[in-house]
């Protein structure tokens, strides 16, 4: 990679030769060959096979770390030209498209199912252990300060809204008083087009009203009669 070697670039990957994928892809392929290192469990290797199990899977780690430090680069690129192109625009936002796709923890690309975080959707993983240890490690952070900027590109765009104000215990209090007094007034001229004058408050006010509705409640009866 110092050298100016290309990670990326895409080789034949197993017997056949009909699949290609990146470097990582065909160590992967070599590492799962032996079949008695990379197939049995852990504790059930010798101290020399250990240290062989050891020593390959931290080669596998170094060249998916520059794998993906490779790919950071080259996307944040071209995500900078984006961003300057479509400066301005007014279309509704979409999903963050990938440059190129691969696990994010093992940089595998080939013969794997990847999906991506449902919360950022710029990184992929190709099984469920990947993604709890890449979560754990490092992702968490970059999703989090990649929904940041995407959320502080979205409020951008969007017309400021003005502060509204939030009532006091006092003011809901005074607005709660003013509507009684309003319907109470309200009651009071309904009463006096009615019966000629406003009725009096209490169980005084509600008698009056019940003695002057009587009457004229009687005298339609005989009118219907």
Request: proline letters at 4%.
């Amino acid at each position: 990679m110092a050298m100016g070697g290309n990670i990326m670039a895409q080789v034949p990957v197993g017997k056949s030769g009909k699949h290609t994928g990146t470097a990582v892809d065909y160590a992967m392929h070599v590492f799962y060959q032996d079949k008695r290192i990379a197939h049995t469990p852990f504790h059930a290797l010798t101290p020399a096979e250990r240290e062989i199990y050891m020593a390959r899977t931290n080669l596998l780690n170094h060249m998916a770390t520059l794998l993906r430090e490779e790919v950071q680069q080259r996307e944040a690129a071209a995500r900078l030209l984006e961003d300057q192109e479509v400066d301005g625009d007014t279309k509704k936002p979409q999903k963050p498209k990938m440059l190129f796709k691969y696990c994010n923890e093992c940089g595998r690309s080939a013969g794997v199912k990847l999906s991506p975080c449902t919360r950022c959707y710029t990184v992929s993983f190709c099984s469920q252990r990947c993604k709890l240890k890449a979560w754990t490690n490092r992702h968490r952070r970059e999703c989090i300060k990649l929904e940041n900027k995407r959320q502080e590109k979205k409020d951008a765009k969007l017309p400021s809204i003005p502060a509204v104000k939030k009532q006091t215990k006092q003011e809901i209090a005074a607005a709660k008083k003013s509507e009684a007094a309003q319907s109470k007034a309200k009651k009071r001229s309904v009463s006096k087009d009615i019966f000629g004058k406003a009725p009096k408050s209490g169980k005084e006010g509600d008698q009056e009203i019940i003695s002057h509705s009587l009457p004229r409640l009687v005298n339609l009866q005989h009118s219907q009669i």
